[in-house]
Structure formats: C-alpha cells, structure tokens
T-cell receptor, first 116, second 117 residues
Framework: AQKVTQAQTEISVVEKEDVTLDCVYE???????LFWYKQPPSGELVFLIRRNSFDEQNEISGRYSWNFQKSTSSFNFTITASQVVDSAVYFCALSEAVQGAQKLVFGQGTRLTINP | GAGVSQTPSNKVTEKGKYVELRCDPI?????LYWYRQSLGQGPEFLIY????????DSGLPNDRFFAVRPEGSVSTLKIQRTERGDSAVYLCASSSPQSGTNTDTQYFGPGTRLTVL
C-alpha cells in the first residue's frame, strides 16, 4: 500500500529564515507522481508542484525548491527567506502513474508558522 | 477562469439527518474527486468519477455515503443518517487527465465544512 509520512507536525521559524519540510513515501510502484500542496487558513488546497518518479532533477521556483531523492524515498520542500505569507499547512501527496486520473494519498501535513 | 466551487461552504445538521454536498468542477475537467479531511489530518480519498461513472469508490466508508455525477459535470455527495463521526471538511477536486501522458494534477475547491450535532 502507498503511504506518505510527514514527520514534522509543526514548525515555527522567524521571518527570513530558511525552512525545510520533510516528506518520505512508500510505494511498490516503479512509476508514480509526487505532489506538494499548500493549505492556508482559508482552507483551500493550493497546488505547488508535481514530480514524476523518473525525473530526479531538483526544481526551483522563486523562493521554493524541491529535492527528490529516489534512493531514500524522500521529496523534501525548502522555502528560502521565509515570509509571513508562507504560514500554512503543507501536504505532500503520492499517486500511482497509471493511465488517466488517479487518487492521491496525502501525508498528515506540516503546520508552518512564520513569525515576524 | 473559474476554479472548483463547492456549496454550501458550511453545513450544520443533526444526527440522523440526510445531507447533500455539491461540487462544480473546472469547466472541461473530466475527472472529479471527493476527499474528506478530519481536523489535523490530511485529506482522505472517498471516490472519483471519470465522466459520469464512478471509476473508483473504494474510499467510501460505508453504504450511507453515495455520490453521483449524472451529466459528467456537477457532482453531489450524499450522506444518509448522518453520524457525529461524519463531521469533517469535504473537499472536491477536478482534473483533466492527459491521455497517453499519465499526467493528472488535481485542483481543489474550498471545501464544505460539515458539522453533525
């Protein structure tokens, strides 16, 4: 069965610090997708990134970067120079990459608080 | 363009009552998903539709839960004989699976917060 573990329940840092959110996954599939979503206090899940299991290149988007390590089954998310607006719950998720639509398996989430 | 919308945003009901939750997906998205999110937890899959048919309903907790998507667009999640344990945020997502490419990014609505007293 697929499983996603986000061991950090809550993280609190001061603005401008860098912060890394950990995600470890389990799957027996050789082809799968990994995702990160942000859930601000408003409650709506906001898509951040999708990564194919065959693409282990790290990705950077502005202050956000993602480190995919297939050898350790991890897909960690780093926010550089954090801002108060980054405060939210962040979810890592996994889906099988079978043709067409697939359900997501989510981790428990990490509540990130950025203090001014 | 418009995102996924869900109505109502909040629903308070009494134990034993019947409720319907509505989801309006992004226009043109053929796949639609329902998830349930309990307090402090990640969303858990309930059911997904490809077009009008339920392609996977393995996440529905019991036969009190049912969902329909009669015209392949709007979907309704129906809960009979509600119980206090059904209290949660019910999230809907839609996607446009790309045939032959194995891509599927789900876009979520704001959710319906259901409270069963």
């Amino acid at each position: 069965a697929q499983k996603v573990t986000q061991a950090q329940t809550e993280i609190s840092v001061v603005e401008k610090e860098d912060v890394t959110l950990d995600c470890v996954y389990e799957t027996r599939d050789t082809t799968y997708y990994l995702f990160w979503y942000k859930q601000p206090p408003s409650g709506e899940l906001v898509f951040l990134i999708r990564r194919n299991s065959f693409d282990e290149q790290n990705e950077i988007s502005g202050r956000y970067s993602w480190n995919f390590q297939k050898s350790t089954s991890s897909f960690n998310f780093t926010i550089t120079a954090s801002q108060v607006v980054d405060s939210a719950v962040y979810f890592c998720a996994l889906s099988e990459a079978v043709q067409g639509a697939q359900k997501l398996v989510f981790g428990q989430g990490t509540r990130l608080t950025i203090n001014p | 363009g418009a995102g996924v919308s869900q109505t109502p945003s909040n629903k308070v009901t009494e134990k034993g009552k019947y409720v319907e939750l509505r989801c309006d997906p992004i226009s043109g998205h053929t796949a639609l998903y329902w998830y349930r999110q309990s307090l402090g937890q990640g969303p858990e899959f309930l059911i997904y539709f490809q077009g009008t048919g339920a392609a996977d309903d393995s996440g529905l907790p019991n036969d009190r839960f049912f969902a329909v998507r009669p015209e392949g667009s709007v979907s309704t999640l129906k809960i009979q004989r509600t119980e206090r344990g059904d209290s949660a945020v019910y999230l809907c997502a839609s996607s446009s699976p790309q045939s032959g490419t194995n891509t599927d990014t789900q876009y979520f609505g704001p959710g319906t917060r259901l409270t069963v007293l």
